[in-house]
């Protein structure tokens, strides 16, 4: 990777496989078990699995609640923003709405002095709400998770990410792994906003404007290309907007890429989404309506000319991967029959038509 490296060593080495009389095996493990894990391997804080709210190939993802310790890293870093928020609205001038009047002074005689304590903000546990993503895998998949643990780390440091607050994985029995990556809480993704009458337009607007740069900075600055991209991937709150689910088999590093190439890849990346997105509103709204929601796509001449041009000329050289990927998601029909090459390209031409009549005719 091209990114930032953690050297550190994400294995727990507790003998999690043996837990009081019990012992685990991958196909036994449940949400208790799992619990008991992360007491075990995230000690000094408490977390609490919730709900399950999603499942994938290689795992589940959880809602939790965590606490923070008083005087831990993450409870000061916490610490600090509250109250840079009150220094912040304070200059803002939310203090001439209190009265300033002059303070009388009263003496009173003590015979003892005492020292103050710490401020009561100080030692009060922090919680918030986390996501807890728990997957599990073979042996053979180790490189893999801690790999994808680093892109989750990664992805958080550089912004396009979800904020990790620890990750670790262990070894259960035969040969057999589970990992944990607790990270930051998004209660909406762009799948709900679309669908939803609930937002205004220029909010829509705003977040799917974000959604572009982050594209823009993940494959073109970053040369990261993660291709299960998707609206229900791409989670937001307030105006902060991140991807999710950097899974093990999804992502990949193009950085010896040549720029052409990444070119490609970025708008093969845009094309997917906007299918997805489109597939969401299009019945919904007219074309008017899609092209406002999604005008940083649609004002990217690149785009438009990929769309009429460069697909067709790169498309065969893209890896097996890649392809399977996009045309899992423009063809989902795609696994129920065996087609041959020359009838996906013919349904993928109209598949792209379809794409490039909605956005600019």
């Known amino acids: 990777m091209t990114t930032t490296q953690f050297t550190r060593n994400f294995h727990c080495f507790k003998n999690i496989y043996k837990i009081g009389t019990n012992t685990y095996s991958i196909e036994d493990i449940d949400v208790n078990s799992d619990q008991k894990i992360i007491n075990e391997c995230y000690p000094n804080h408490t977390l609490i699995l919730g709900p399950l709210i999603g499942a994938g190939t290689y795992g589940k993802v959880y809602r939790g609640t965590l606490k923070f310790p008083p005087r831990s890293k993450l409870h000061s870093e916490m610490i600090s923003e509250m ?3 009150f220094r912040s609205r304070m200059r803002t001038g939310s203090r001439t709405k209190t009265s300033m009047k002059p303070r009388t002074r009263t003496r009173t005689r003590t015979r003892t002095r005492t020292r103050p304590g710490p401020s009561p903000i100080s030692t009060t546990q922090m919680t918030v709400d986390v996501a ?3 997957s ?8 893999a998770i801690d790999g994808e643990i680093n892109l989750a780390y990664s992805m958080a440091e550089l912004g396009l990410g979800p904020e990790v607050y620890y990750a670790f994985h262990v070894k259960l029995g035969n040969n057999n792994y589970r990992s944990f990556i607790i990270m ?4 909406n993704n762009v799948l709900k906003l679309l669908r939803s009458d609930d937002y205004p337009i220029d909010y829509k607007q705003s977040i799917m404007d974000k959604v572009y740069l982050l594209f823009d900075r993940q494959i073109r600055g970053m040369k990261i290309i993660c291709m299960d991209a998707k609206p229900a991937n791409t989670v937001f709150k307030g105006e902060k907007v991140r991807f999710i689910d950097f899974g093990m088999h999804m992502c990949e590093n193009i950085s010896t890429y040549p720029d052409f190439e990444i070119n490609i890849y970025f708008y093969l990346i845009l094309t997917q989404y906007v299918h997805l997105c489109i597939n969401d509103i299009y019945y919904s709204y007219d074309k008017i309506f899609v092209r406002d929601i999604l005008r940083a796509f649609v004002e990217d001449d690149g785009f438009r000319n990929f769309l009429e041009n460069d697909i067709w000329e790169m498309y065969n050289s893209f890896s097996k991967g890649v392809k ?3 045309e899992h998601y423009l063809l989902p029909e795609s696994g129920t029959r065996t087609r041959t090459n020359t009838d996906k390209m013919l349904l993928l031409k109209k598949k792209i038509m379809r794409i490039r009549d909605i956005l600019y005719k």
């Open 184 to 187: 930051e809480w998004f209660e």
């Open 132 to 134: 807890i993503k728990i």
């Open 324 to 326: 399977d990927v996009f």
């Open 136 to 143: 599990s895998y073979s042996d053979i998949d180790r490189d």
């Open 83 to 85: 109250k840079s928020d």
